[in-house]
């Protein structure tokens, strides 16, 4: 009971500090609005995407663009969560947390549940926009719900390698770094824009290879197979690996007796 109350007030406390922060949500959505709106329009018709799996017919390039965009955000929320947490971890409330009478696993759990949760819920609120403005997505389905489940895995993967990275992010001014070499790499290496094939046949064999064996990839290919009912492969099983190493590297990190990234010296493992 004790350890649901600390998961529910972990929960609780991340929502209602994004209740607060419109500006998050709404920074949130303009970065990949952009891309869909601008960059998406202007391919539309140029850059169609052929008959392959999962579609069944030509498509536009803003609806292949879409589930990438999905992931951009998921991405961008669990990188994000990695500065929070370097932040908390410094000087706020996980500093206090961390010390508390509860398996250290049990908290950073926690705390990977409210990142993925926010991380969902932004990424709805994407797709609700992208379809107002005419994007068309089998959203109203069974494969809607397969998508969802997609999208919660994707969101804990992300978080737990937010969580990762948060162990040998000392220092907030860090996080640029992070993002010139998580991030980006991350996202332009993988099917998020371009699928697969294409690289392969514009003769892009390295960073063909890079795309198949980035774990972003397969949350994307995961997302855009399920919203269509088709068998997303390997890919649940990449995303669910994934999704345990990086937790469990996560907690050997924080744990102060086998702490490693010089997080035992910082006092981020008093306790």
């Not at 370097?86 to 759990?109: K, Q």
């Not at 994407?126 to 389905?141: K, Q, R, W």
Request: contains cysteine; proline residues 5%.
């Amino acid at each position: 009971m004790h350890a649901l109350q600390a998961l529910q007030a972990i929960v609780m406390r991340e929502l209602f500090k994004f209740s607060r922060q419109t500006g998050r949500l709404v920074s949130a959505l303009v970065r990949p609005l952009l891309w869909l709106a601008v960059f998406a329009a202007g391919f539309r018709n140029v850059f169609g995407v052929a008959i392959v799996e999962p579609y069944d017919t030509y498509i536009p390039y803003d609806v292949y663009i879409v589930p990438g965009l999905v992931g951009m955000v998921l991405l961008f929320n669990g990188m994000q969560s990695s500065l929070a947490m370097v932040y908390d971890r410094e000087m706020g409330l996980m500093r206090l947390l961390l010390t508390a009478p509860l398996p250290r696993p049990w908290l950073l759990f926690s705390k990977l549940c409210a990142t993925a949760l926010l991380s969902v819920l932004q990424a709805l609120a994407f797709v609700i926009v992208a379809a107002l403005i005419g994007t068309e997505l089998p959203l109203l389905s069974l494969a809607g719900l397969n998508a969802l489940l997609a999208l919660v895995c994707g969101a804990l993967m992300l978080g737990a390698l937010g969580l990762l990275l948060s162990v040998y992010v000392k220092q907030l001014e860090n996080f640029a770094g992070t993002m010139n070499f998580v991030i980006f790499p991350m996202y332009f290496l993988s099917t998020a824009l371009y699928p697969l094939w294409k690289l392969q046949e514009s003769g892009a064999e390295w960073v063909y290879q890079l795309a198949r064996f980035n774990p972003f990839t397969h949350a994307v290919e995961w997302v855009r197979f399920a919203l269509y009912g088709k068998d997303p492969g390997a890919a649940p099983y990449v995303v669910l690996g994934c999704l345990v190493l990086f937790f469990v590297v996560a907690c050997w990190g924080y744990d102060p007796q086998r702490g490693f990234g010089g997080l035992t010296k910082r006092g981020g493992g008093a306790g």
